[in-house]
């Protein structure tokens, strides 16, 4: 095929060139018409495509909606929203060979959208997959700290709940606690989500911080009965038994399906009334609790040796068993009873409950956590030692 | 009755604005015709070779993609009878299309650009364009393992040879045209200028000089602006973190390094194996040779390997993530070996070079996924041997060693691979020259019955320099600001007929025994010999220079100093005609031991 163009302008190089500049001005302007052509069919092939992925990954089949979700990305290769939902499922299909390949799209949509929060909480989503705290924190900052498409406040909250979460689960306490406080300070003025704050601080066993979030919803919602349970149960967990006792009973009125509440409120009842070292006690209650306590020590310290099958009278017992020297030590605080109501004893009262709290926390590290009476006089023991502490 | 518009009579002074605004543009052109030389002119065609390659090269990838989506549907399909049915079908289209309309492009690219340049005076059909574009865009789209690069550099190549004879440029500079528009080509279909420049001066051109370099690198990056403007600036693939990070890891690389030029001369050699008898075979069976190949194809996509269809850069960019265990990676490039074996030797047009990226990527996972698990200290990721792979069969199979480290490094974008790719790339390359020794352009090239020059062999002889044919310094060397009479007596002791003459203040110049006794005898003892001396410009030559620079002189001297570069006016000796042409006789003797 020779071809040749007609000799219509002289062979001169300025007029070749503009020849060839028009030549090279048409032929873009026609393939640029040519490409956008296509590029619109492949942008609606990407569309079907997508929404085809999304349906498999409603009925949980990953393989299909990633192949999906790879065509439609090829169809139309510059959509950041194909692009993180392939890398999303990727994350999700639990074949940890694809996390690779997820991080790498994320990666991608990264390095051109630094501050797309999305992107960032799913990279975030895919270092906590791998358990990395420090990259998963990074992540889930950029996150809180960027870009949302919608609802930034909300969104933002709820990234931190989730490496709040995520630092729980990994027992990252002091990241965790720093997390919390800022959240307390961002929550909206909503029960729900303080309630949540609540949990997360009792799963940090920072119980000064859930009580305080429960009571914050019970200004909110005075009759919320979940922050009603909650304010109780943090109290009970925290040892302010009179304000659990207070709140389990509210909560126990206004939900009496709640099981856990009145169990509860059992058992802070029975805290209250075995308490010797309660204030607003006379001396003669006090006497009497301490004679109630010291009893059921020894109740206790019989059965968990029956348990054990030691026996608390002879010497012939393994070396490590701790229950005979109990046994020896309440013999000899038994005959202080009498010695209680004289007013020279002040100290008397305090060396009696010790011999009964290292029964009872004896007996629960060789028998088994207690029930009723001996587990109250063991809360007790416990907020004793740390009211000393 | 007449329609003629009736003669309007211009107003006079209309007329004279548009002869003057004429004469103004002729001025304007004809000073503008000054500004280009050649040189100039043929770099400013550069660009343009690479605007319209690039153009050419869109529309090429547009119709492969859009023919794959017609025909095979957007989403991977096994067990369809469409990956049986459609290879085999187009395959037949393809080879009545081959064999009736577009019988020049069967065949390398590369090599078809080679003998533009070498044998045709740089003259490539534009019916080879045409047809690379419809046959070869169709054979891919349809699933045929083989790649969209051969064809775009021949498409390339042939829109710069048409263009150049339409332009009627000197036959020198219509030479380049073909690896100017060549490199285009490559360039953006790689997305990758600089391996394109390199793969054309490597491969094609064979020498490197600043206007041939100029030419090509402004192709190569027009028509990579362009695709990019087009089909935006994405690598091939999503380059994962790649990173070296103990220097004893580079003993595993090396063993990637040997595998990989094992597997290239096995693919090298099946190639070289199987194409002749298939294009032996009678002209009836060409028709179908295309479809079985696609046949075959279609049952290796059937029995759960698609990846191993068309291309395969989406396949390579899974195995850069990890998305195969090493079974399956090996299994594919075995398959991808034997899939584009047939595909190639069956006549299909389409190139080689994606489909040796894939072989090399599969190969790199498998080998480096076996190491990490006989040797879990090892760090590198399975994207980086997939890329370290992907250069080594370049290098052992296409036998490129540059390029193929600076493809891996300009796709990746990553030089921090680039010793493991050195590394892994030498011991492939090595292997492949000892076991097969004539690279896979030259023997297909040869299988078609032509000579071109090899530059591989080209690089790898030797080369006679002037100190292999240089003499010692002569005993007698005169001094041109000695009088006649001391340098006359002087050479009455020798026995030579010729000496040389140094001259004040530099410069060598001849006298010969004659000479001496004329101006003797004429009277002359008492003048210096630079008075009476025919004033001669004597070129001097240096050790290291190739023989090939003495050959210019010796038949018009008859003694040529060599000397020293720090010092022009220390000799090192001298050559003359004999000395020179002895050598090569004595290497003549030896290339060819009959005549010894």
Known sequence: MRWKLPKLVPRSAPIILLVLTLAAVSGFAAVSHLVSRYNLNQQARGRRLYAQGLADVATKRYDDAIAAFRAALTCDPTNPQYELTLARTLRDSNDPRRLDEAESYLLALWQRAPQDAAVNLALARVAARRGSIEDATRYFHNAMYGVWASDPDANRNRARI??????????????????????????????????????????????????????????????NAAALAGAGETAYRFGDYVLAQRYLRMAANANPEDSVSRQLLESTDLILRANPFHSHISDAERNRRIDAALAQAEVRLTRCAQQAHVDLNSTANPPASPLPGLQARWLLAKPDLKLLRSPAETDLPDAIMDVVFQIEQQTAATCGPPQTLDLALLLISRKRETATQ | MSNRAPIVNPSSSSSTQTVARVRASRRLFSKLDGVFNEEVFFLILCVFIGIFSGLAVVCFRLAIDWTHLALLGPLPETHSWRLFAIPSLAGIVVAILVLHVFPGIRGSGVNQTKSALYIFNGFIPFRTAIGKFICAGLAIGSGQSLGPEDPSLQIGASIASALGRQLEISREKLRLMAPVGAAAGLAAAFNAPISAVLFVIEEVIGRWSAGILGSVVLSAVASVVIVRSFLGSEPLFRIPITAFKRPSELLAYAVL?????LASVAFAKAVGYLRPILKGLPRWTQYFQPALAGLLIGLIAFLGFPQIMGAGYGSMDEAMHGQYEWKVLAILAVLKIIATTFSFVSGTPGGMFAPTLFIGAMLGGAVGDIERILFPQLTGSTGTYVLVGMGVLFAGFLRV??????????????????????????????????????????????QDGLILPSLEEDREETILRVEDAMLPVPDTILSAQDYVDANFHRVQDSADSTFLVRMHPSGWNIATREQLQRFYREGKGELTLASVLPVQSLPSLYPDLSLDSALRYVNDYSLIPVVNRADSRRLEGVVSRDSVFQKYGSERAIEVPGNA
């Open chain 2, 257 to 261: 390094g040997i595998v990989g030029g």
């Open chain 1, 162 to 223: 989730e490496l709040i979460e995520f630092l729980l689960k990994r027992n990252a306490r002091a990241p965790a606690d720093s997390e919390l406080i800022a959240l307390a300070a961002s929550l909206p003025a909503s029960p729900a989500a303080h309630l949540q704050a609540a949990h997360l601080f009792e799963q940090a066993q920072d119980y000064a911080g859930a009580l305080a979030q429960c009571e914050v919803v019970l200004r909110l919602d005075p009759g």
């Open chain 2, 401 to 446: 060693p540059m390029t193929s480290v600076f493809m891996v490094l300009e796709v990746s974008g990553n030089y921090e691979i680039v010793v493991p790719v050195i590394v892994a790339n030498t011991f492939s390359y090595l292997i492949s020259r000892s076991l097969q020794p004539i690279p896979i352009f030259d023997m297909l090239t040869r």
